[in-house]
């Protein structure tokens, strides 16, 4: 049996949490990044008896569309899966549902799932610094059961994974980050955004038909030269002062 870590994680939450759940798991497991825009993700070897793990995080409730497709490209050769989804403490809407229809339309067998928080990538306030210690002992937890029904080849019973078809409209702030007078003109947020919607010939700006507002690029300056609208961030977080402030629970779902 192999372990496979398949991940579309720009700031870091998601594979933090994909990290906790594998603790359990054995090691190493091999990875493919759903964020890396020149990877040929349809050659990527799977096999029948593998045990895989496919984490995304939550965008406006439903899984970011390049992870989708990218994952869509994917030959899952039937592999059993863990599908992991990653949101900001406000809610997973249909993230899970979706993700399940497009793992188990590449071939892919869902048999368990998880809900997880993980710090918001745009409005940090919320579910700041999770995964926490204790999401971490849950999580690993989590990844311990997981890999219990898997070696006890316990499939019987469909997993149901809560969710809408059709799913809920994709909609989410739609903020471009841009440059300020901090950018060194390194390039490290061109050659690492995974919708390349920043050039290197205008680093300053991101496309805004391609951005997907995922925040890479202003986690990983080194100058914390990229911020969003301050205006419009403090505003949505307003809005979801009182669905966001409680502190949420992780889910399993097996």
Same mark, same amino acid.
């Given at each position: ?8 994680? @720009? ?7 994909? /990290? ?8 190493? &497991? ?46 899952? $050769? ?6 992991? +989804?990653? *949101?900001? $403490? %406000?809610? *997973? ?26 710090? =918001?990538?745009?409005?940090?306030? *919320? ?7 204790? /999401? ?9 059961? #997981?890999?219990?029904? *898997?070696?006890?080849? /316990? ?36 050659? $690492?955004?995974? &919708? ?5 010939? =205008?680093? %300053?700006?991101? /496309?805004?038909?391609?951005? #997907? ?7 990983? +300056? @080194?100058?914390?030269? %990229? ?8 505003? &949505? ?9 409680? %502190?949420? =629970? ?5």
């Amino acid at each position: 049996m192999r372990t496979i870590q398949i991940t579309f994680s @720009p700031t870091g939450g998601t594979q933090r949490v994909s /990290d906790c759940i594998l603790a359990q798991w054995p090691a190493p &497991a091999a990875k493919l990044d759903l964020t890396k825009a020149d990877e040929d993700f349809s050659g990527f070897p799977l096999e029948n008896g593998d045990l895989v793990l496919i984490a995304v995080p939550s965008y406006g409730g439903r899984v970011p569309a390049l992870a989708a497709q990218r994952l869509a490209a994917v030959r899952g $050769n039937q592999a059993r899966c863990v599908i992991v +989804c990653v *949101y900001g $403490n %406000r809610a *997973y809407e249909d993230t899970l549902a979706e993700l399940r229809d497009v793992a188990e339309q590449a071939g892919f067998r869902v048999f368990a799932a998880i809900a997880a928080i993980a710090e =918001h990538s745009i409005i940090r306030q *919320y579910a700041a610094g999770r995964p926490d210690q204790s /999401d971490s002992r849950e999580l690993s937890c989590f990844g311990k059961k #997981i890999l219990e029904k *898997y070696d006890a080849n /316990d499939f019987s019973k469909a997993v149901s994974i809560p969710g809408n078809r059709p799913y809920k409209k994709a909609g989410g702030i739609g903020l471009a980050p841009k440059a300020g007078k901090g950018c060194t003109s390194c390039g490290l947020c061109a050659d $690492n955004c995974p &919708a390349q919607a920043i050039s290197r010939n =205008h680093l %300053r700006t991101a /496309d805004g038909k391609k951005c #997907i507002s995922c925040m890479r690029c202003a986690a990983q +300056c @080194p100058q914390s030269a %990229r911020t969003v609208n301050s205006t419009i961030v403090f505003a &949505a977080a307003l809005a979801l002062k009182k669905t966001c402030s409680a %502190r949420k =629970h992780n889910e399993l779902i097996i």
